[in-house]
Nanobody
Framework: QVQLVESGGGLVQAGGSLRLSCAASGRTFSKYAMGWFRQAPGKEREFVAAVSWSGGSTYYGDSVKGRFTISRDNAKNTVYLQMNSLKPEDTAVYYC??????????????????WGQGTQVTVSS
């Protein structure tokens, strides 16, 4: 079992920054690819970013490329999402997820086995 706990969400003005963290339980964190997804009210879940088990490969959704950065610290069992130049359309609940199968990462939520409870990000205009 893997437990994921997100933190760092909140209210920020457009153009501002936030850093989300996702702390994972378990001794095999370094074997998992990690991803961030988001879901806004009335919309489908959207892929945001993913990082491979080693941190050597990263992937981003088109809407966040150049503004968001995913990283991980395997010594701390934590994955981060640095969000810059935030826009009102970034408002959503952000979820981190772990994939025990696809160690290189995946764009699809179906490839992730474990999910956190989510953290709300609200960007005001």
């Amino acid at each position: 079992q893997v437990q994921l706990v997100e933190s760092g969400g909140g209210l920020v003005q457009a153009g501002g920054s936030l850093r989300l963290s996702c702390a994972a339980s378990g001794r095999t964190f370094s074997k998992y690819a990690m991803g961030w997804f988001r879901q806004a009210p009335g919309k489908e879940r959207e892929f945001v970013a993913a990082v491979s088990w080693s941190g050597g490969s990263t992937y981003y959704g088109d809407s966040v490329k150049g503004r968001f950065t995913i990283s991980r610290d395997n010594a701390k069992n934590t994955v981060y999402l640095q969000m810059n130049s935030l826009k009102p359309e970034d408002t959503a609940v952000y979820y981190c997820a772990a994939s025990t199968v696809y160690s290189s990462g995946s764009y699809s939520g179906r490839d992730y086995d474990y999910w956190g409870q989510g953290t709300q990000v609200t960007v005001s205009s």
